[in-house]
């Protein structure tokens, strides 16, 4: 029997289980679902105080950090790389509401770097049109990868919704890092049920 092994998180910071998907051949082609949403294709030079209000209403109750981290010309940077897609669902009257990224920069693989909805979006079919856009943009001539991340943080439905649209879970890592709560980046009361140390 293999021991297990306990690692102490100190103060200020965070771990959760990550687990990776991925999909090795484009899906079946399904009918559509159909969104009162558009999908716009956000291009440089991005407005980053709109990108950064809108990766924050998505991502805030699961703790998202990733893009809130990088100073205005890193984000640039990363927005702009040529490898990154950038795509928003917005409501008719322009108003964004999910967020849609594929990277493009591994050989021949895409992977699903951000996905998401506003809250009150989600479980109301939004999603799977989403995925349904997302995956018809990642299997490009050439890729014959796709994959994603989720974690313990996410939404308690995101591993399932991923495996419904034929992800396959193949890796499992435990991530420690700085909490967005203890810099800063989100009020203290944010994701309650993960407290903050």
Same mark, same amino acid.
């Given at each position: 029997?293999?021991?297990?092994?306990?690692?102490?998180?100190?103060?200020?910071?965070?771990?959760?289980?990550?687990?990776?998907?991925?999909?090795?051949?484009?899906?079946?082609?399904?009918?559509?679902?159909?969104?009162?949403?558009?999908?716009?294709?956000?291009?440089?030079?991005?407005?980053?105080?709109?990108?950064?209000?809108?990766?924050?209403?998505? %991502?805030?109750?699961?703790?998202?950090?990733?893009?809130?981290?990088?100073?205005?010309?890193?984000?640039?940077?990363?927005?702009?790389?040529?490898?990154?897609?950038?795509?928003?669902?917005?409501?008719?009257?322009?108003?964004?509401?999910?967020?849609?990224?594929?990277?493009?920069?591994?050989?021949?693989?895409?992977?699903?770097?951000?996905?998401?909805?506003?809250?009150?979006?989600?479980?109301?079919?939004?999603?799977?049109?989403?995925? %349904?856009?997302?995956?018809?943009?990642?299997?490009?001539?050439?890729?014959?990868?796709?994959?994603?991340?989720?974690?313990?943080?996410?939404?308690?439905?995101?591993?399932?919704?991923?495996?419904?649209? %034929?992800?396959?879970?193949?890796?499992?890592?435990?991530?420690?890092?700085?909490?967005?709560?203890?810099?800063?980046?989100?009020?203290?009361?944010?994701?309650?049920?993960?407290?903050?140390?």
């Amino acid at each position: 029997m293999v021991a297990s092994r306990v690692i102490a998180v100190p103060a200020g910071q965070i771990a959760t289980i990550v687990t990776c998907l991925e999909m090795t051949a484009p899906p079946v082609p399904s009918v559509p679902v159909k969104s009162a949403l558009k999908l716009e294709h956000w291009t440089a030079p991005f407005d980053l105080a709109r990108y950064r209000a809108l990766f924050r209403a998505i %991502g805030q109750n699961w703790l998202w950090r990733g893009r809130l981290v990088l100073d205005d010309d890193a984000l640039a940077a990363t927005l702009g790389a040529p490898s990154l897609e950038v795509h928003v669902a917005t409501r008719r009257d322009g108003t964004p509401q999910g967020l849609l990224e594929l990277d493009f920069s591994g050989d021949g693989e895409c992977e699903l770097a951000y996905f998401g909805l506003v809250p009150e979006l989600t479980g109301r079919g939004h999603g799977a049109w989403l995925m %349904g856009h997302a995956l018809k943009r990642a299997w490009k001539d050439g890729i014959s990868r796709v994959w994603v991340h989720t974690c313990d943080l996410d939404h308690p439905g995101a591993l399932g919704f991923y495996q419904r649209h %034929g992800f396959r879970p193949y890796e499992r890592l435990v991530e420690i890092y700085d909490d967005p709560r203890a810099s800063g980046l989100y009020p203290a009361d944010t994701a309650p049920t993960v407290p903050l140390l």
